[in-house]
C-alpha cells in the first residue's frame, strides 16, 4: 500500500466515522428520553351529552404531573361525522391558538399562523397540523390522553 492509497482510505474512515456519529446525534435529539418515558395519563373533560354535534367546543381541564398541578385546555371538534380532539399549541413556537367561529379557523396570535377545522396548516409559518390528541369515551364521559 503507497501513501496515497493509505490516507484515501484513512480520509473515508474519518468521514465515514462522522457520519455515523453525527446520525446517533441526530436520533438522540429527535426523540429524547423525557418523551420516550412518559405515560399517557386519560383525563375526563366532558360528558358525553357535551360533546358538540358539529363545530368546535373549547375545553379546560387540569391535572397533576408530579407535585404540580397544570391547568389547560383542548379542543373537542366534531367534523364530517369524526370526532377528534385538538391541542391548543401553536407548531411553531407553541403558542396557544384560539378558535375563530366566523372564520371557521384556529388562529394563532403570536405569528399569525392559521389552521382549518382538522387543524390543517393553512397559512403562516406552522411548519406541522395541530397536534391531535388521543381520547376513549367510557361509561358516559369524554377522556383526553395527556403525556405526563
Not at 426523540?31 to 366532558?46: D, E, G, S
Request: glycine share 8%; aromatic share 10%.
Amino acid at each position: 500500500m503507497d501513501r496515497r492509497e493509505f490516507l484515501s482510505r484513512l480520509i473515508k474512515i474519518f468521514f465515514t466515522g462522522v457520519a455515523v456519529v453525527s446520525g446517533l446525534i441526530a436520533l438522540i435529539f429527535a426523540y429524547p428520553a423525557r418523551i420516550r418515558k412518559r405515560k399517557t395519563l386519560f383525563i375526563p373533560v366532558l360528558d358525553e351529552l357535551d360533546i358538540p354535534r358539529r363545530g368546535v367546543k373549547t375545553v379546560n381541564f387540569s391535572y397533576k404531573r408530579g407535585e404540580q398541578l397544570i391547568s389547560t385546555r383542548a379542543f373537542i371538534v366534531q367534523h364530517k361525522g369524526r370526532l377528534f380532539a385538538l391541542s391548543p399549541v401553536c407548531s411553531h413556537l407553541g403558542c396557544l391558538v384560539n378558535w375563530h367561529r366566523k372564520k371557521g379557523q384556529f388562529l394563532c396570535p403570536c405569528h399569525g399562523g392559521k389552521y382549518d377545522i382538522e387543524g390543517n396548516v393553512i397559512a403562516g409559518p406552522p411548519p406541522r397540523p395541530l397536534t391531535r390528541l388521543p381520547m376513549k369515551l367510557d361509561k358516559g364521559k369524554l377522556y383526553l390522553g395527556i403525556k405526563v
